[in-house]
């Protein structure tokens, strides 16, 4: 792919996609691919690559372990990071920031910590059975765990709309007085559809806690989990130009008190007390073992990265990119769009466009584009097994991505796809 010719990339909601391009090393070393694949991870700005050497390069230390400068410089960079994130994500308070190692692992603790300990005989989760695997098998998992012990918790499935978001109606149908949590996916994974559940707003019991994963929606759009109202939310650096093994877990402070400790060790504040474990202190008490600073340092500098470019004009660029892609893939033959943008009534579009291509399994259209540098994802996406939607092309674009990239695409697929019967 490399000595293609490059072409001015052309510019969407004022965002200039090559001047941003320019700051991605990999994108700058192979001018002739066109990475479509910024929901599965986001290629990584210079001075995130910067932040993480930095960090390795200089006075390593362990934060919080020790009283000498490289160690308490490093705790430093921890707390600034974690104030930051807050900050980012419209929290009340660094101490509702925990440092995880990703979306995945983030939603794991709301059900080993938050779950375990506050779930009773008969008490109901409402989830979509339709949502990333990270925000469908924690539950079941829990509700397997549980049940060892005797308590049988129910997991009620909601509808997603055509559109891919979370239908409220059958929520609120749903609801009832066993229900304790209602979990959704900020953005989707796959249909690129956005779930807010403002519609329930005064329409529930102010004791069901929301949990969102906002794996895709971070670093794409605005994201403020105070207006949200959420209790839990989780999200991982490397989808939002981060490195992996990173990621955030918010949790609203009216739920610390009934948290227990998820991985307890050392730097948790927690004390053993004539046998037993006592204390959560917030939120060093959920981030047991020696913390990835260098993973975290390079967290802050994608923040940093993010609003230099400013959030509003990439969710601006994005959508414009979005709808571009839809109304460009109707003329391709034999394509059938997944829920989302194309289903849309509205001028939603966040980044993600799913679809079929009848007649042709989608590794083999995801081969044929990858021969012409087009980079996309194929197959299932993390879906639960059984979910129906198990063999999709995903389109996915960020900041580096322009409707010219975009536009040479849907011609070249349209080349594969004509002679398709
Ligand atoms: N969760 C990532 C995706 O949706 C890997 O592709």
Redesign the pocket.
Same mark, same amino acid.
């Given at each position: 792919m490399t000595g293609r010719r490059q072409v001015p990339l052309a510019t969407a909601a004022g965002m200039t996609a090559a001047l941003v391009r320019e700051q991605f090393p990999a994108l700058m070393a192979d001018p002739g691919i066109v990475y479509l694949d910024s =929901? =599965?991870?986001s290629q990584k700005p210079q001075r995130v690559i910067d932040a993480v050497t930095a960090e390795l390069a200089a006075s390593t230390a362990n934060p919080g372990r020790g009283a000498y400068p490289w160690s308490t410089r490093a705790a430093r960079r921890l707390a600034e990071v974690r104030a930051r994130a807050a900050r980012f994500i419209g929290a009340d308070s660094p101490d509702e920031i925990v440092f995880v190692s990703g979306s995945t692992a983030g939603l794991n603790a709301v059900a080993m910590s938050w779950g375990l300990a506050n779930l009773a005989d008969g008490d109901e989760i409402l989830f979509s059975p339709l949502d &990333?695997s990270s925000n469908v098998y924690p539950w079941v998992n829990l509700r397997q765990v549980l049940a060892r012990f005797g308590r049988r918790i129910t997991l009620v499935p909601y509808r997603l709309t055509a559109a891919g978001e979370a239908d409220t109606s059958d929520i609120l149908a749903k609801v009832s007085p066993r229900t304790r949590l209602i979990t959704a996916a900020h953005v989707h994974?796959v249909f690129g559809s956005m779930t807010t559940l403002e519609e329930l707003n005064g329409k529930i019991d102010s004791s069901i806690r929301l949990c969102f994963d906002c794996?895709q929606s971070v670093g794409h759009v605005p994201v403020d989990v105070t207006k949200l109202q959420s209790d839990f939310a989780a999200f991982s650096g490397h989808k939002m130009f981060g490195v992996p093994g990173t990621g955030v877990l918010y949790l609203r402070r009216r739920v610390h008190s009934e948290l227990v400790p998820f991985l307890p060790g050392g730097g948790t504040g927690i004390r053993l007390l004539d046998g037993a474990l006592r204390g959560l202190s917030m939120p060093e008490g959920m981030e047991g073992g020696t913390p990835n600073l260098a993973g975290i340092s390079a967290l802050g500098a994608a923040m940093d990265f993010i609003d230099d470019l400013g959030i509003e004009r990439i969710a601006a660029h994005g959508q414009a990119l979005t709808r571009f892609l839809v109304e460009r893939l109707r003329g391709v033959p034999h394509l059938r769009p997944l829920p989302g943008a194309a289903w849309a009534d509205c001028q939603a579009g966040y980044g993600i466009v799913s679809f079929r291509i009848d007649g042709i399994r989608s590794g083999d259209v995801g081969f044929a584009l990858s021969s012409e540098g087009f980079y996309v994802?194929t197959g299932s &996406?993390?879906l639960p097994s059984g979910s129906g939607y198990d063999d999709s092309v995903r389109v996915s674009v960020h900041v580096y991505n322009s409707v010219q990239e975009l536009d040479r695409f849907a011609g070249f697929l349209s080349l594969v796809t004509e002679g398709t019967r």
């Open positions: =929901a =599965a991870t &990333h994974n794996s994802r &996406h993390c």
